[in-house]
């Protein structure tokens, strides 16, 4: 059960594009269509922001989306804003009600 | 509105047992798949338990294994952890989710829960 791998930080200025990878096994990415990415403040809740990897929820600005090759799920944010600035995790069901996060990665907009 | 409210966290002292429960409201609750999710401070989100809409099924991470005991109370709309032998790094921010696996899902907005002599 060891947490799928993100990059520590990533950064970019306004108006550029940001990609946050989540790698994990054949047991959890690798093997599963639900991959979801949240947006995280310490002391609220966890917003999603993609789920079943490349969908979107209605409200998500369109400029975050989700992808999956092999072993490796990704979040891009395209035209980052200030408001972007954040915690993002990953998460990817990995059977029998069992879920796996990622490590989490600090988004700074410069 | 589909409403999840914790509570129960508290500062206690390692070994000392605790119990979150979590309230919730504006659908079946009977119906869906709750979980608890962890966040320690300085730390990542961690799952930690699931249960079954039945209560009958329930998953735990390897750490709290033997020391929590998730539930439920279908008749009340209430999910529990029961947390036992806490450690310090139990530390965290507690929430509870509802059908995580799909779009549908709802967070609570957390309760802390703080294991330190």
């Known amino acids: 059960q060891s947490a799928l791998t993100q990059p520590r930080s990533v950064s970019g200025s306004p108006g550029q594009s940001v990609t946050i990878s989540c790698t994990g096994t054949?047991?959890?990415?690798?093997?599963?269509?639900?991959v979801s990415w949240y947006q995280h403040h310490p002391g609220k809740a966890p917003k999603l922001m993609i789920y079943d990897v490349i969908k979107r929820p209605s409200g998500v600005p369109d400029r975050f989306s989700g992808s999956k090759s092999g072993y490796t799920a990704s979040l891009i944010i395209s035209g980052l804003q200030s408001e972007d600035e954040a915690d993002y995790y990953c998460c990817s069901y990995a059977g029998n009600y069992r879920y796996v996060f990622g490590s989490g990665t600090k988004v700074t907009v410069l | 509105e589909v409403q999840l409210e914790e509570s129960g966290g508290d500062l206690v002292q390692p070994g000392e047992s605790l119990r979150l429960s979590c309230e919730a409201s504006g659908f079946t609750f009977s119906s869906y798949v709750m979980t608890w999710v962890r966040r320690p401070p300085g730390k990542g989100l961690e799952w930690v338990s699931s249960i079954g809409g039945a209560g009958g099924t329930s998953y735990y991470t390897d750490s709290v294994k033997g020391r929590f005991t998730i539930s439920r109370d279908n008749s009340r709309n209430t999910l529990y952890l029961q947390m036992n032998s806490l450690r310090v790094e139990d530390t965290a921010v507690y929430y509870c989710?509802?059908?995580?696996?799909?779009?549908?899902?709802?967070w609570g907005q957390g309760t802390p829960v703080t294991v330190s002599s």
């Open positions: 054949s047991s959890d990415v690798g093997g599963s269509n639900y």
């Open positions: 989710a509802k059908d995580l696996r799909f779009l549908s899902q709802v």
